[in-house]
């Protein structure tokens, strides 16, 4: 079975800072994808950025990059030069092609002015 | 545009009652889901629906049952709502290269 974690439930960061959001798994597999979600107060589920496992390239999206490390079973998510529109619930996801997405229990990212 | 639609966002509803939850998607994407989000923003997985194949999360209580009229809509359904089945109701659906699109969830109140 393939476990998310989140360690991090809360976490503040001042504006245009950088902050690291942290993200372990656990799987067997060895084809798959890593997703970081953003949830701000209106629901919706936004993705930030995606990486594939098969490629050792670091995913970045703007002001959002990851630090994939595949043997530690690591991906965290850095953001950079934080914004007051950043401030969300950010969800770290596991998934396997053709299969349904596992979650972490997520991270509350406050951005202070 | 909508990719992935749900019907309706709110649904406020007594004890007792049946309700159904409408999801679309125009992705064309092979396979659907229903995700519940708790009262702690904890996201689970529900039911995963392809063409082919119907896998239910065993934890789920057989009150709550997928219906796919063809590949782009799997709605929801709920039988004898209970309290506890308050929460916020999310569909999915993803292709086969591991994208993942979602709808804007249903809050679901029962009262």
């Known amino acids: 079975a393939q476990t998310v974690t989140q360690s991090q439930p809360e976490m503040s960061v001042q504006e245009a800072e950088t902050v690291t959001l942290s993200c372990t798994y656990d799987?067997?597999?060895?084809?798959?994808?890593l997703f970081w979600y953003k949830q701000p107060p209106s629901r919706q589920m936004i993705l930030v950025i995606r990486q594939e496992a098969y490629k050792q390239q670091n995913a970045t999206e703007n002001r959002f990059s990851v630090n994939f490390q595949k043997a530690a079973k690591s991906f965290s998510l850095k953001i950079s030069d934080s914004q007051l529109g950043d401030t969300a619930m950010y969800f770290c996801a596991f998934g396997v092609s053709g299969n349904d997405m596992r979650f972490g229990a997520g991270t509350r990212l406050t951005v202070k002015p | 545009d909508t990719a992935v639609s749900q019907t309706p966002k709110y649904l406020v509803t007594q004890m007792g009652n049946d309700k159904s939850i409408k999801c679309e998607q125009n992705l064309g994407h092979d396979t659907m889901y229903w995700y519940k989000q708790d009262s702690k923003k904890f996201l689970k997985i529900m039911f995963s629906?392809?063409?082919?194949?119907?896998?239910i999360n065993e934890t789920v209580p057989n009150r709550f049952s997928p219906k796919s009229p063809d590949k782009a809509h799997l709605n929801l359904h709920i039988n004898s709502l209970e309290l506890g089945d308050s929460a916020v109701y999310f569909c999915?659906?993803?292709?086969?290269?591991?994208?993942?699109?979602f709808g804007s969830g249903t809050r679901l109140t029962v009262v």
């Open positions: 799987t067997s597999e060895n084809n798959y994808y």
């Open positions: 629906y392809n063409n082919k194949e119907l896998i």
């Open positions: 999915a659906s993803s292709h086969r290269q591991g994208g993942y699109t």
